[in-house]
């Protein structure tokens, strides 16, 4: 009788990361000092979005969640390395929000339209978000040549996971492993951004057909897992070939609240509409 295949670890090795891993295995793990080397260890900006994060509104759609967010999109030109932001639409209680899409895959909110408050201008032309933006496209295009070849559809999120003690628990969407929409040419990209006193927020990985399952079901098959713990540090997906999560969030050990915040990058090629 065949010996039963034993599911990998959630705490597995890490992968060393780069366009290999995101070409071969469909996700890779980026550590904290090579994005710090590509984007010129720029401290201040660093420092900004920071501060950007720590004030984020709560999400006007989920409340009492403990998760608060900003969203805005762009569109990205290859050839010309051009970046271009969507305007927003005024709004009289959060001054301008964006439209976003939540993916089919969504099991909460299939193909739903809501209105997020929209990340703030001095922040969209700040030096640091476009670099890292652009590093993302940049291991996109090298899965995906054809893609420096079209316009390229940039979602960017801001989301922080916040408890003021340990009672509470904050929860991302959805809280299951997920896809952000299956598409062939969508990758995902997540930078953290801060983690102060916090425990849980670990990242899996998993095989596509886990979609809707959680890490711990028993037929889901899980590649690995990981938990970022530096500024910068990050990860990649390339949506159709995995499935991912994130777990919920709770204080840590330490006095005072606790909150993790994120920068994710969605890329997909702009689908013409004639």
């Known amino acids: 009788m065949a010996e039963p295949q034993r599911r990998p670890p ?18 890779a793990h980026y550590e904290a000092e090579r994005l710090a080397a590509v984007l010129a260890s720029d401290a201040a900006g ?50 301008t929000v964006t439209e976003f899409s939540h993916g089919a895959d969504d099991p909460r909110h299939r193909r739903g339209r809501r209105a ?47 408890v003021e003690d340990r009672d509470q628990v904050a929860v991302s969407t959805p809280d299951c492993l997920h896809q952000d929409g299956g598409s062939t040419g969508t990758f995902t990209f997540a930078h953290l951004i801060s983690r102060t006193n916090v425990s849980g927020g670990h990242n899996v990985i998993a095989t596509p057909d886990s979609a809707g399952l959680r890490p711990d079901d028993p037929a889901a098959h899980v590649h690995t897992g990981f938990t970022l713990t530096e500024p910068l540090e990050g990860y990649a997906v390339h949506d159709h070939r995995v499935s991912h999560y994130v777990a919920p969030v709770r204080a840590g050990t330490g006095p005072g609240p606790g909150e993790r915040s994120v920068l994710i990058v969605g890329l997909a090629p702009y689908v013409p509409q004639l």
Do not use: M, N
């Not at 501060?51 to 990205?76: I, K, M, N």
């Open 10 to 27: 959630l705490e597995a090795p890490r992968p060393a990361g780069g366009a290999d891993d995101l070409r071969e295995r469909g996700f």
């Open 46 to 95: 660093l420092a900004r979005l920071q501060e950007v994060c720590a004030s984020l509104p709560p999400d006007p759609h989920a409340p009492g969640t403990h998760r608060f967010r900003r969203y805005s999109h762009a569109v990205y030109l290859p050839w010309r390395d051009e970046l271009s932001w969507i305007p927003g639409t005024p709004d009289p209680v959060h001054g």
């Open 116 to 162: 997020l408050p929209e990340v703030p201008a001095a922040l969209r032309d700040d030096a640091l978000l476009p670099r890292l933006l652009r590093w993302d496209v940049e291991q996109a295009v090298r899965v995906r040549p054809d893609l420096g070849r079209r316009p390229l559809w940039v979602g960017v999120h801001l989301i922080k996971l916040a």
